[in-house]
């Protein structure tokens, strides 16, 4: 049995010092070389993807800058002040997640305390993620700020979307390009913390983990996470693939099926079981629209066809049924019926609607027996 108190592969192993990241070399030589020869800019602004390393890569800075033994890229670790900002309680490293504002009463107000000394440290350092969702308010404190930072504030911005910022943060920032994470990078680090921690493993699994992943060691270490819990503490390549499936693939296989057969019944009962588990109907439009994508390829490009698909089979089938035009229409209409959600009289509606739209324009066949007898 594991113990109660199992944490997060995520949250356990995430990296205290620059040498432990995984990726992001470019980065981390810039910040190196900056805090050695103590030419650090005031504001630093990271972009990337979800679950590349951009709190992590702030939460090290600021250990870098305020560590007790002087500023370096290789803080000791074990001062208070390190020990507090790897507990996340360290008072003067603000985190702020502009997405939610979780934490936070007061965005302005705490950007604006930007000018009063630090409490404890030798900077204030300043975390907002996806900074471009701060409120009207918050964003012309932060602007204010940034025109004239204290030297012992440090403003690291993240974001998804830097071309939702304008130009006047954009001129003030150093910016940094986070990459996504190779599946191999991925991998590596899932084979370094299984064989740390004693978990038997077969290296298919990892592969097929990794892929999903997408580019973000979090997901990846997330759904490694649900792969040895659904492994009874091992990780096999066979439940691996079923976790997968499971998840996503196989209901949304289901529906783009029912769609290529043009059977209406079909695609309503394929629609209602999704429905049933209430859903993110989003992230199903989003699951659809991908396999879509997947389809495309395989008509559009010669010999295309990814390693290691469990549903391989079943794509080169739609490729087949439907034409090039139809997966692009179906593919936009997935993207559309997703931005018209929140219109829908309720969400469930709004996704059978739009895959109804799919049935709707979907061009008439003579081999369509399921609509020809209405
Ligand atoms: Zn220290």
Request: charged share 25%; hydrophobic share 45%; proline share 4%.
């Amino acid at each position: 049995m594991r113990l109660m108190s199992y944490q997060v592969l995520a949250r356990k192993w995430r990296p205290r010092r620059f040498s432990e990241l995984v990726g992001q070399e470019h980065v981390v030589r810039a910040l190196s070389h900056a805090l050695a020869s103590g030419r650090m800019h005031h504001a630093y602004l990271f972009t990337g993807t979800r679950g590349v390393g951009k709190t992590t890569i702030a939460r090290i800075l600021a250990k870098s800058l305020n560590c007790e033994r002087g500023t370096s890229a290789e803080p000791c670790g074990e001062c208070a002040v390190c020990l507090a900002v790897d507990a996340g309680r360290f008072v003067d490293l603000l985190e702020i997640d502009a997405a939610s504002n979780t934490g936070v009463d007061d965005v302005r107000e705490v950007i604006e305390n930007a000018q009063y000394a630090p409490t404890r440290g030798r900077y204030k350092v300043y975390l907002i993620d996806e900074v471009h969702m701060l409120s009207k308010n918050a964003f012309n404190a932060l602007l204010k700020t940034l025109e004239e930072p204290p030297p012992h504030a440090m403003f690291l911005l993240a974001t998804t979307d830097p071309q939702k910022l304008p130009m006047t943060v954009l001129s003030r920032c150093l910016k940094f390009n986070l990459k996504r994470l190779l599946p191999e990078q991925i991998q590596g680090q899932m084979q370094h913390i299984l064989d740390a921690e004693g978990i038997a493993c077969e290296a298919d699994a990892l592969a097929v983990l990794a892929r999903a992943a997408d580019g973000s060691l979090r997901d990846g270490l997330s759904l490694l996470d649900q792969a040895i819990a659904y492994g009874g503490g091992a990780v096999r390549a066979a439940d691996v693939r079923a976790m997968l499936g499971s998840l996503d693939s196989a209901e949304v296989l289901g529906l783009a099926r029912a769609l290529a057969a043009g059977d209406g019944a079909a695609l309503l009962a394929e629609a209602q079981r999704i429905v049933a588990f209430a859903p993110d109907f989003g992230k199903v439009l989003d699951d659809l629209a991908a396999l879509w994508h997947r389809v495309q390829l395989r008509q559009l490009v010669p010999g295309y066809a990814a390693v290691d698909e469990a549903d391989g089979v079943a794509l080169d089938a739609l490729a087949a049924r439907l034409s090039a035009e139809e997966v692009q229409l179906d593919y936009q209409l997935a993207l559309s019926g997703r931005r018209d959600l929140p219109l829908a009289p309720d969400e469930a509606m709004g996704f059978e609607m739009a895959l109804l739209r799919m049935l709707a324009f979907r061009p008439q066949r003579e081999d369509d027996s399921a609509r020809a007898a209405l």
